[in-house]
T-cell receptor, first 116, second 112 residues
């Protein structure tokens, strides 16, 4: 079975542009989370979605938004890019069998975004 | 790809020795913990988890210890191998939320 897949793997943008990152969860997983990982740090929580509803949001500005589709795939959108948005963006899926709490997260390989 | 954790604490161990990686977590309300391994250019890979009603859990070559009194978590790797070289993160889940808080990470280097 395929794991979590993310596209694109690398992306270069300039300040002020917007970007859309895509994620397909593990088959059967209904929950998708997005994390930002800046070089030298651990991942930071951005969003979690379940059944197309936002279930949690981290401390990120409104320039960051996401959505989940009926097939449970997800998109992360970032508007008005800043240099500080350069990071590895990770998507994780979980099965949500336990109601969504205390669930193992399985991560994709991420999208490396560079903002120039 | 880019390296993860260029300025992280580093633990160097000889191949075949046991490794112990430590993590101090932040929130006393955290009730579920995961250790992840991250190799350069890849996403975090699940290693082992533990719930707050336990203080020890063993997997294949790995053991996680949880001390809730001092909010401390450790990962023990037995007979460390070159393939264990990576950055290791602990992640805590605060009870009742869907958010995981990751530690800063430790780079493990296995010396031949």
């Amino acid at each position: 079975d395929a794991g979590v897949t993310q596209s694109p793997t690398h992306l270069i943008k300039t300040r002020g542009q917007h970007v859309t990152l895509r994620c397909s969860p593990i088959s059967g997983h209904k929950s998708v989370s997005w994390y930002q990982q800046v070089l030298g740090q651990g991942p930071q929580f951005i969003f979690q979605y379940y059944e197309k509803e936002e279930r949690g949001r981290g401390n990120f500005p409104d320039r960051f938004s996401a959505r989940q589709f009926p097939n449970y795939s997800s998109e992360l959108n970032v508007n008005a890019l800043l240099l500080g948005d350069s990071a590895l963006y990770l998507c994780a899926s979980s099965s949500d069998r336990g109601g969504g709490l205390n669930e193992k997260l399985f991560f994709g390989s991420g999208t490396q975004l560079s903002v120039l | 790809g880019e390296s993860v954790g260029l300025h992280l604490p580093t633990l160097s161990v000889q191949e075949g020795d046991n490794s112990i990686i430590n993590c101090a977590y932040s929130n006393s309300a955290s009730d579920y913990f995961i250790w992840y391994k991250q190799e350069s250019g890849k996403g975090p890979q699940f290693i082992i988890d533990i719930r707050s009603n336990m203080d020890k859990r063993q997997g294949q070559r790995v053991t996680v210890l949880l001390n809730k009194t001092v909010k401390h978590l450790s990962l023990q790797i037995a007979a460390t191998q070159p393939g264990d070289s990576a950055v290791y993160f602990c992640a805590e889940n605060i009870g009742g939320t869907y958010k995981y808080i990751f530690g800063t990470g430790t780079r493990l280097k296995v010396l031949a």
